[in-house]
């Protein structure tokens, strides 16, 4: 018999989930004694919950960095760098997305600061090691134990701003760490039992909460989804979905979390049969047979209006197929091998966007 063993990391991350616990946001900063804050986040559409933020933390705030954008360009790093140091900031308060969030990272890898995070969406960098950079249409990602905020405030009432389009492929962003975690050879059952109930709740309540964003309860289960979402990713390698998600975002210009809605179900097929044992768990949450779950992701993503292909993006044909030779250069550890043949199927099956079968 094979006798269980396995490494698992359990890193110092404080969680705070309540709704109104934006309140509790000063008392956060108390406690870990910072002085003065760089605040980064809360631009438009978020920019009255920035203000509320900036008024209840007062003094704190040395500097306020409001505009973000997505993948972290490098000059925006190095500006928010800047204005770190010129105020003498010992702690960063980051307010909104995986862009703002992202910002901060950015920031904490470059000064040693550490970040209190107050998620707005579902993507879960809040719970991760994982940096990214992009610099002339390259995407650089990396990982390091400064970047993973010490303490995370979910506030339920934050999220219910998002519009339905947003809600949808967030929450998709989100079952996406879930699966990948769920067939990473090298993930701890720990972070399985994390993963699958995730994709449990995501799949579960995310209908609801893009039907009525004003919903309460079905907003709170997808937060709460998203949070084991990312702090699985955190624990877990990512695998060929997280890899073309980041060359499609990275070079080709694609949004992120609707990349990530498209390419889900055709990652899954991808690995269908290599990772069938480690799927299993993940099919019984999703209440399918193991070979139906690529076409059950699918069909949840046009229940919640999702796009379906990446050609909808304004990709071409062309580039699709660049994006799937640099895919097959990459070293990704993935339950199936990712040759330049594999690699081609995959992203043309997502650019085209047919039901998988
Ligand atoms: P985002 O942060 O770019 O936000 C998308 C849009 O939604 C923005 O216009 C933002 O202002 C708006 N928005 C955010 N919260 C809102 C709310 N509550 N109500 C209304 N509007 C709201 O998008 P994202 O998908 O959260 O993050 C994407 C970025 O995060 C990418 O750069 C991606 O690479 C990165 N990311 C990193 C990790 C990691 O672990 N490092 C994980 C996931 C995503």
């Known amino acids: ?38 605040l980064i986040g809360g631009d438009e559409p978020l920019r009255a919950v920035g203000d509320e933020i900036a008024a209840a933390l007062g003094p704190w705030v040395g ?23 010129r105020i003498a900031a010992d702690g960063l308060v980051a307010l909104g997305g ?28 809040e719970m991760t090691d994982i940096w990214g950079r992009t610099d002339g249409g390259r995407k650089t990602t990396g ?9 995370v405030v979910y506030d339920v009432e934050l999220t219910t701003g998002m519009p339905a389009g947003l809600t949808a492929v967030s929450g998709l962003n989100a079952l996406a760490h879930c699966v990948e975690a769920a067939y990473d050879a090298q993930a701890s059952p720990i972070t399985r039992l994390l993963a699958v109930e995730g994709a449990r709740l995501l799949a579960t309540w995310l209908p609801d909460a893009v039907a ?20 699985a990713l955190g624990a877990a390698r990512m695998g060929v979905h997280h890899s073309l998600c980041h060359i499609l975002g990275g070079t080709f210009g694609l949004p992120h979390a609707e990349t990530h809605a498209v390419v889900l179900p055709y990652a899954v097929a991808f690995n269908q049969t290599a990772a069938q044992a480690a799927l299993a768990p993940l099919a019984a949450a999703l209440d399918v047979n ?17 796009p379906r292909s990446l050609a909808e993006f304004g990709l071409t044909a062309h580039d699709a197929v660049r994006a799937a030779r640099h895919l097959a250069e990459h070293h990704i550890s993935n339950p199936r091998p990712v040759d330049p043949e594999g690699a081609r199927e995959l992203v043309l099956a997502a650019y085209h966007g047919k039901r998988p079968g």
């Open 290 to 306: 193991d070979v139906g779950i690529a076409a059950t992701l699918w069909d949840l993503g046009r229940k919640v209006g999702a």
């Open 98 to 125: 995986g862009s703002a969030i992202g910002l901060a990272k950015a920031v904490a890898l470059d000064t040693g600061l550490r970040i209190l995070a107050v998620p707005t969406t579902y993507a879960g960098s």
């Open 63 to 85: 500097a306020r960095i409001s505009d973000t954008a997505q993948h972290v360009p490098t000059a925006a790093a190095t500006a928010a760098t800047a204005t770190a140091r």
């Open 212 to 231: 009525d964003g004003r919903e309460l309860r079905a907003r709170a289960e997808v937060q709460y989804g998203a949070h084991l979402a990312g702090t």
């Open 1 to 38: 018999a094979v006798i269980r063993e396995f490494v698992h990391e359990m890193p110092a991350t404080r969680v705070v989930l309540a709704a109104g616990a934006r309140n509790n946001v000063p008392d956060e900063v108390a406690s870990l004694a910072w002085q003065r804050v760089l």
């Open 143 to 151: 990982r390091d134990p400064r970047v993973r905020p010490v303490a």
